[in-house]
C-alpha cells in the first residue's frame, strides 16, 4: 500500500496569515502516461462531510476559492492556504489514488486563533 | 444536484451482518465509478473500496477484504455495502462517494457493541 504522511498533526493561525500543509507519499504520484500526480486534497468541517478541494495535485474543484493551492509532484505535496479565513476552521486531508488501495493522511487540524 | 443518501447504520451486536445502501439521485448512476469511505469516531478517513459502472470490478482494501462486500443496482440507482462478523473496531460513519470523490453522501453511522 502505499502510505501518505502528513503534517503538521496540527496548528493554529491567525485569520489572514498563510498555511502550508505538507503530504509526503511513500512511492511517486506520476502517472507517465498522463502526465499527472494522482493526488486529492479535502476539507472536512466539524460535523460534515468531506469535501474535495483539489484534485491532480493543483486542478482546483469547481466552487473553491483560489486561496487553495495545490503544489508538489512525485511524492511531496503541498496544499496552501492563503488569507486564511475563520470559515477554513477544519481538518485537511491528502488522498492518492495513483493505485489501489486508495489511502489517505492522517489528517491536519487547522484551528483558528 | 447530485444527492447521496445513505442508510442501514445503527447499532449492530460484535459478530453480526449489517448491510448499507446508497441513494443516489441527480446523476446518471450507471456512468460513475461508486466508493465507500469510512471514519472512527475521532479518528482519520479511511477508503473501504469503489465499484466500477457494470460491477465487473471492484477493489477493496485488503484488510477488510473478507468481511465487506460492495455492490450495486443500476436499476435501482443503488450502491451497497454489505459488512459481516462485525466487530467494534468497524463503529464508524460510513460515507459513499461518487467516483473521483467529488460528492459525497451524509454518512450514517454504525455502531458496533453488545
Known amino acids: 500500500d502505499i502510505v501518505m504522511t502528513q503534517s503538521p498533526s496540527s496548528l493554529a493561525v491567525s485569520a489572514g496569515e498563510t498555511v502550508t500543509i505538507n503530504c509526503k507519499s511513500s512511492?511517486?504520484?506520476?502517472?507517465?502516461?498522463?502526465?499527472?500526480?494522482?493526488l486529492a486534497w479535502y476539507q472536512q468541517k466539524p460535523g460534515q462531510s468531506p469535501k474535495l478541494l483539489i484534485y491532480?495535485?493543483?486542478t482546483r474543484e469547481s466552487g473553491v476559492p483560489d486561496r487553495f493551492i495545490g503544489s508538489g509532484s512525485g511524492t511531496d505535496f503541498t496544499l496552501t492556504i492563503s488569507s486564511v479565513q475563520a470559515e477554513d476552521l477544519a481538518n485537511y486531508y491528502c488522498?492518492?489514488?495513483?493505485?489501489?488501495?486508495?489511502?489517505f493522511g492522517s489528517g491536519t487540524k487547522l484551528e483558528i486563533k | 444536484e447530485v444527492k447521496l443518501v445513505e442508510s442501514g447504520g445503527g447499532l449492530v451486536q460484535p459478530g453480526r451482518s449489517l448491510k448499507l445502501s446508497c441513494a443516489a439521485s441527480?446523476?446518471?448512476?450507471?456512468?460513475?465509478?461508486m466508493g465507500w469511505v469510512r471514519q472512527a469516531p475521532g479518528k482519520g478517513l479511511e477508503w473501504i473500496g469503489e465499484?466500477?459502472?457494470?460491477?465487473?470490478?471492484?477493489n477493496y482494501t485488503p484488510s477488510l477484504k473478507d468481511k465487506f462486500t460492495i455492490s450495486r443496482d443500476n436499476a435501482q440507482n443503488t450502491l451497497y455495502l454489505q459488512m459481516s462478523k462485525l466487530g467494534s473496531e468497524d463503529t464508524a460513519i460510513y460515507y459513499c462517494?461518487?467516483?473521483?470523490?467529488?460528492?459525497w453522501g451524509q454518512g450514517v453511522m454504525v455502531t458496533v457493541s453488545s
Open positions: 462517494a461518487r467516483g473521483g470523490y467529488g460528492w
Open positions: 441527480g446523476f446518471s448512476f450507471n456512468d460513475y465509478w
Open positions: 465499484i466500477n459502472q457494470d460491477s465487473s470490478t471492484i
Open positions: 512511492q511517486s504520484l506520476f502517472g507517465s502516461v498522463r502526465q499527472k500526480n494522482y
Open positions: 491532480l495535485a493543483s
Open positions: 488522498q492518492q489514488y495513483y493505485d489501489t488501495p486508495l489511502t
